[in-house]
């Protein structure tokens, strides 16, 4: 913690759990004395799911002086056998971590760019699944993602509809031991 601790000053940290909240907050603080490094830490309660309980929090983070940084880490995690969760737990981890995000970035933009420190950040943790699936549904089912970097349209070279289909073709016909690679088609 020492390394993010010589940068800021003030540090806000937000979670749903409050108990958990506090027990971060008096770590943070401690490893700042641990350094000798005068740092102000605020932590606020706060239901990501809850679009205006969040747009609350912004508010008063605003209240606490300039940002500079804002680092996005929040994830609703259930394990669970795959294809057993629910759609009501799939829409609480979309509101968690697509929704609340995109909350947050059209908060945190506009005051980035206005900030007079150094290398104002926006940075957001995620999972490797999208680039790394499941390994043990890889070696029994091709589970892919097609991403197409660009409009479609008949008078692109590499983007019109019949070369995607080409593509989507030969992505379906790989070899198992190509199933892992997503397919990426550039313009």
């Given at each position: 913690m020492a390394p993010v601790l010589k940068h800021f000053s003030k540090i806000v940290l937000l979670a749903r759990n409050a108990q958990r909240l506090e027990q971060e907050k008096r770590?943070?603080?401690?490893a700042a004395q641990e350094i000798g490094r005068e740092v102000g830490v605020t932590a606020l309660p706060t239901d990501l799911a809850n679009f205006d309980h969040l747009r609350a929090s912004l508010q008063a983070i605003e209240k606490l002086g300039e940002v500079s940084t804002v680092f996005f880490n929040a994830?609703?995690?259930?394990?669970?056998?795959v294809l057993t969760t629910t759609v009501e737990?799939?829409?609480?981890?979309?509101?968690?971590?697509?929704?609340?995000?995109?909350i947050t970035a059209q908060w945190a933009l506009p005051e980035l760019l206005e900030a007079s420190r150094p290398r104002p950040?926006?940075?957001?943790t995620?999972?490797?699944?999208?680039?790394?699936?499941?390994?043990?549904?890889?070696s029994l089912i091709h589970i892919g993602c097609v991403k197409i970097a660009g409009s479609?349209?008949?008078?692109?070279?590499?983007?019109?509809?019949?070369?995607?289909?080409?593509?989507?073709?030969?992505?379906?016909?790989?070899?198992?031991?190509?199933?892992?690679?997503?397919?990426?088609?550039?313009?």
């Open positions: 770590q943070v603080e401690e994830a609703w995690i259930k394990p669970s056998d737990e799939i829409e609480e981890d979309f509101r968690v971590s697509t929704l609340a995000l995109y950040s926006f940075i957001v995620s999972s490797h699944l999208p680039e790394q699936p499941l390994p043990f549904l890889l479609v349209s008949v008078q692109e070279k590499n983007l019109n509809p019949n070369n995607i289909a080409k593509e989507i073709v030969q992505f379906y016909e790989r070899e198992e031991e190509q199933w892992g690679a997503d397919l990426v088609l550039e313009p």
